[in-house]
């Protein structure tokens, strides 16, 4: 087991902001937000919309809006910057409002500026298969950007929403971050070169990203690590450190893509082909899996109170204290505040 931080690194943890870059938890459950307050969780992306429509999403957002109301003393919604470094002096967990696919907006780009106006900040371009704007890691062909999602791109850089690229096709995320005019995202994933399975990302985009300014969220979901159900803390290090290796300090960051009481029927909709057919037929093949057993996080790593613990082990490989602030949150902080100025 992974010993608790020392008073240094607590009182390092303490002092960053924190930033979680995707957490797709049952949000109607107590124990998420007690769990994010407990960890002194600054802010997360939030997933409210990943197979939905566009009144499904509004429907959803109308869910945050009450949520936000009947707990102001412990979430804050983020449309700015500087709205997690108030939720941060505040001690709230500031929540940023995501999808995980486009899907919300159908086939009207002017549903973006609708979004957008309701605290969508974060939106992820494809989720798994194809859609109107391009093609998923998943899917059987990658034909890059449609015309649509080229359009897609362009008015997502007007209005200041950060585009993510963690379950999009190899040849649809290259083309994304060529054209985009402002840097993009891979909130929830590793590299392929670390660890090759297909929601892992190439090297070239990785390095591509980067050098335009943009962020990788390392993930400690077990399965996107090279020792699999069986990942300690010092496995998923392992990742961070290979992102670091290969794009520098500025441009990583924490991607956990938590589920925290989440159930079987949930995993089943989320890994079905377009939300509806269970399985995805590019995972038909995989070995069945318990979801009542199997270990989705490393044992010291399962929940958002837990990631105190990160900081210990990073400095131990050698992490100034600078960098691991950079790390923890830091560098989504800088991003955030290019990209949603628009």
């Known amino acids: 087991m992974t010993a608790q931080p020392d008073a240094a690194a607590q009182e390092l943890y303490t002092d960053s902001v924190v930033i979680d870059a995707l957490n797709v938890s049952n949000w109607d459950s107590p124990a998420v937000y007690e769990s994010l307050s407990a960890g002194g969780v600054t802010a997360i992306n939030a997933t409210i919309a990943t197979w939905d429509n566009f009144l499904e999403t509004l429907n959803h957002v109308t869910r945050w809006m009450r949520r936000f109301r009947d707990n102001p003393g412990v979430l804050s919604q983020i449309k700015t910057a500087e709205d997690i470094r108030q939720a941060k002096r505040d001690g709230k967990v500031g929540v940023i409002l995501g999808f995980q696919n486009a899907s919300p907006i159908e086939n009207d780009l002017d549903r973006l500026a609708l979004f957008h106006a309701l605290g969508v900040r974060i939106i992820q371009v494809t989720y798994h298969e194809a859609n109107l704007l391009g093609s998923g890691c998943y899917e059987r062909y990658d034909y890059g950007l449609t015309n649509f999602g080229v359009d897609a791109v362009r008015e997502m850089n007007r209005l200041g929403i950060l585009m993510d690229l963690s379950h999009v096709g190899v040849r649809t995320t290259m083309e994304t971050i ?58 998923y290090i392992d990742a961070i450190d290979h992102l670091v290796e290969q794009v520098g300090i500025d441009h990583v960051g924490i991607g956990a893509d938590y589920t925290q009481d989440q159930s079987e029927a949930w995993w089943k909709y989320i890994s079905a082909q377009q939300g509806t057919s269970f399985p995805l037929k590019a995972i038909a093949d995989a070995p069945p899996i318990d979801y009542a057993t199997v270990n989705y996080y490393p044992a010291d790593l399962d929940t958002p109170d837990k990631l105190p613990n990160l900081t210990r082990p990073l400095l131990d490989r050698g992490y100034k204290p600078d960098d691991v602030a950079k790390l923890l949150g830091g560098n989504w902080l800088r991003l955030f505040e290019q990209v949603w100025r628009g």
Do not use: Y
Request: hydrophobic share 40%; aromatic share 4%; net charge negative.
């Open 178 to 235: 060529e054209l985009s005019e402002q840097p993009v995202a891979v909130t929830h994933a590793n590299a392929k070169s670390f660890h090759d399975m297909p929601r892992n990302k190439e090297l070239d985009a990785i390095k591509l990203l980067a050098e335009k300014g943009g962020v990788i969220g390392a993930t400690c979901i077990t399965s996107m690590l090279r020792t699999g159900f069986d990942s300690t803390i010092e496995d």
